[in-house]
T-cell receptor, first 111, second 114 residues
Framework: EDQVTQSPEALRLQEGESSSLNCSYT??????LFWYRQDPGKGPEFLFT???AGEEKEKERLKATLTKKESFLHITAPKPEDSATYLC????????????FGSGTKLNVKP | NAGVTQTPKFQVLKTGQSMTLQCAQD?????MSWYRQDPGMGLRLIHY???????DQGEVPNGYNVSRSTTEDFPLRLLSAAPSQTSVYFC?????????????FGPGTRLLVL
């Protein structure tokens, strides 16, 4: 069964304190792994898609990496405006019309 | 481009009532989908469509119907609302080119069923 687990559920950081969010997945064949940012009361906002183990993508203070079993979202020197819930989702090769989401990591960056 | 739009933003229903959640996109995306988001459970796929006239079930389709008569619109119908359908509903559409995919979400509809 395709499954996505995110950890930790919540993370509190001081401004400038770098850290990583984890997304572990079980899928029959990975077509794509997606990261989103969600602000309170809003829809998820697309950040990255990763397709192959070893792939990395960066956007400002965020860097996403992918292995065969998990993905990490590294946040370097975060700012308060990075506070949000970060969601991870996987798409399987045997049915790429279905996406399986984790329950998210709620990040709070204090000034 | 307006992107993905959803109406209404908030709705209160009584048990047994029916309603339609509207979703539209102006990006000419073939793939559209509906999710519900409940606390601690993440987003769960209800139904999806890969083009006009083509729909299929996701993880949690019971109690919901969809149709896709145009590329732009993908309404979600609740046939007989139940308190278990209290949730936040998101519509999404995807840009697909080969293996590349980017999914865009609407702002959501908050539904309360009493």
């Amino acid at each position: 069964e395709d499954q996505v687990t995110q950890s930790p559920e919540a993370l509190r950081l001081q401004e400038g304190e770098s850290s990583s969010l984890n997304c572990s997945y079980t899928v029959s064949g990975l077509r794509g792994l997606f990261w989103y940012r969600q602000d309170p009361g809003k829809g998820p906002e697309f950040l990255f898609t990763l397709y192959s183990a070893g792939e990395e993508k960066e956007k400002e203070r965020l860097k996403a990496t992918l292995t065969k079993k998990e993905s990490f979202l590294h946040i370097t020197a975060p700012k308060p405006e990075d506070s949000a819930t970060y969601l991870c989702a996987v798409q399987a090769t045997n049915n790429f019309n279905k996406f399986y989401f984790g329950s998210g990591t709620k990040l709070n960056v204090k000034p | 481009n307006a992107g993905v739009t959803q109406t209404p933003k908030f709705q209160v229903l009584k048990t047994g009532q029916s309603m339609t959640l509207q979703c539209a996109q102006d990006m000419n995306h073939e793939y559209m989908s509906w999710y519900r988001q409940d606390p601690g459970m993440g987003l769960r796929l209800i139904h999806y469509s890969v083009g006009a006239g083509i729909t299929d079930q996701g993880e949690v389709p019971n109690g919901y119907n969809v149709s896709r008569s145009t590329t732009e619109d993908f309404p979600l119908r609740l046939l007989s609302a139940a308190p278990s359908q209290t949730s936040v509903y998101f519509c999404a559409s995807s840009y697909r080119r080969g293996r590349q995919e980017t999914q865009y979400f609407g702002p959501g509809t908050r539904l309360l069923v009493l």
